[in-house]
């Protein structure tokens, strides 16, 4: 398992019951999990003195119960990114923590190729890439990048995070668009990258109602993307947080779609969040990556 613990800002304290207790900057959110089936004993005083609690409902969805928790608030990570939280809808604040151990990956493949070739742009290509925190990882280890989200509203945040994060002037391109149209059109464009990330959902849709059902659409697309990677391309991250895509379901489809035309090594894993309270490690989706030999 790949695990993300180089926080400084951010824990997650302890889990049971199906949620789990978590330290945001100064303030503690107990937010539901489903992969917390065990039931034991909640011994951290967090479960009671939280700042924000997300109430799942039996109907589905839930609302948020808050104790002295602004609007808004921010944490840094250690490469320099600040990230503005808010919670909203359906228990999530804007940021998956766990997502830092492969910004952690791809900064040292970006920040090395900087060094050995110091005056060669490397283009990155974000691709449902939400509130941009590996948009502002790259962007901070010396990458061109193109934000691409379906949500203006996701965009807008990117773009706060990118600000904060002492990026006004950094080459990031912030596009509100239907990714596999996008990307359809930078092939045709003859456009490449040297890099690309994606973080598809299992379901979605795009700004003119584009429908994206993950099972069914994630192949192609991965597949339409391997034409827009340049010959010398660095590497590739796919992340699933859906049920169906483990990680050797990753390996598979990224050594068919990718290594067959980009000859390089391909792994897949598990990604996890430490549990301070227990020393184990909370499962927090998978992740495929594809890195040039």
């Known amino acids: 398992m790949w695990i993300a613990n180089n926080w400084t800002d951010y824990e997650i304290l302890d889990t049971s019951s199906g949620e789990k207790l978590e330290r945001w ?66 228990k999530h604040t804007g940021l998956f923590p766990e997502q830092a151990v492969n910004w952690d990956w791809f900064s040292s493949i970006i920040s090395k190729e900087k060094e050995a070739h110091p005056d060669k742009p490397i283009k990155v290509l974000n691709l449902f890439a939400y509130t941009g925190g590996a948009t502002i990882a790259a962007a901070l280890a010396g990458a061109e990048v193109t934000h691409v989200d379906a949500s203006k509203g996701m965009v807008s945040w990117a773009k706060e995070n990118a600000v904060a994060s002492g990026l006004s002037d950094a080459k990031i391109r912030w596009l509100v668009d239907d990714c596999q149209k996008f990307v359809e059109r930078e092939i045709r464009r003859g456009n490449k990258y040297d890099a690309i990330i994606m973080d598809p959902p299992s379901y979605g849709r795009g700004p003119k109602g584009e429908i994206w059902k993950i099972e069914e659409s994630i192949f192609p697309f991965v597949k339409l993307c391997e034409e827009i990677l340049s010959d010398d391309a660095l590497f590739l991250l796919i992340n699933s947080y859906t049920t169906g895509l483990q990680p050797a379901v990753l390996t598979y489809m990224i050594e068919t779609a990718i290594n067959k035309k980009h000859p390089g090594t391909v792994k897949s894993d598990e990604i996890g969040l430490p549990v301070s309270d227990t020393g184990l490690i909370l499962p927090c989706g998978a992740s495929g990556r594809w890195i040039r030999k």
Request: glycine share 10%; net charge positive.
């Open 25 to 90: 900057g100064k303030y503690l959110l107990v937010r539901p999990d489903p992969q917390v089936i065990w039931n034991t004993d909640k011994i951290n005083n967090g479960w009671r003195k939280f700042n924000g609690h997300y109430h799942r409902s039996n109907k589905g969805g839930g609302e948020w119960e808050f104790r002295s928790l602004p609007e808004e608030w921010s944490i840094s990570y250690q490469n320099g990114a600040v990230f503005n939280l808010k919670p909203f809808a359906f």
